[in-house]
């Protein structure tokens, strides 16, 4: 069991830019799969980004490709999602996930909400000038 706390969200102006963090505790992310996912008022949980726990393999949501990038911290047990040129339609609650284990590749397709069993609360990002 591992539990992940997200951090790191706020208001920020269009075009600007903003660093999640998801820190573990209970276990060692190095055996998990690391998804980021968004959720806007009334939209579906979607993935924006992915890091695998094998070959650190990626994955990043088509319109936040060469915006978003996600990166470990091993040593601070610490999975973030660096955000720049930020829109408005980007406002979302942003939440971390982990699947344990290491046959999934994240670069392989998008991810999904089932794929992963460990949830943080979420924090919330909200782009407007």
């Known amino acids: 069991q591992v539990q992940l706390v997200e951090s790191g969200g706020g208001w920020v102006q269009p075009g600007g830019f903003l660093t999640l963090s998801c820190a573990a505790s209970g276990d060692t992310l190095d055996d998990y799969a690391i998804g980021w996912f968004r959720q806007a008022p009334g939209k579906e949980r979607e993935a924006v980004s992915c890091?695998?726990?094998?070959?650190?393999?990626?994955w990043y949501v088509d319109s936040m490709k060469g915006r978003f990038t996600i990166s470990r911290d091993n040593a601070k047990n610490t999975v973030y999602l660096q955000m720049i040129s930020l829109r408005p339609e980007t406002t979302a609650v942003y939440y971390c996930a982990a699947r344990r284990g290491r046959l999934y590749h994240c670069s392989d397709y998008e991810p999904l909400v089932y794929d992963f069993g460990s949830w943080g609360q979420g924090t919330q990002l909200t782009v407007y000038s």
């Open positions: 890091i695998s726990s094998s070959d650190g393999s990626t």
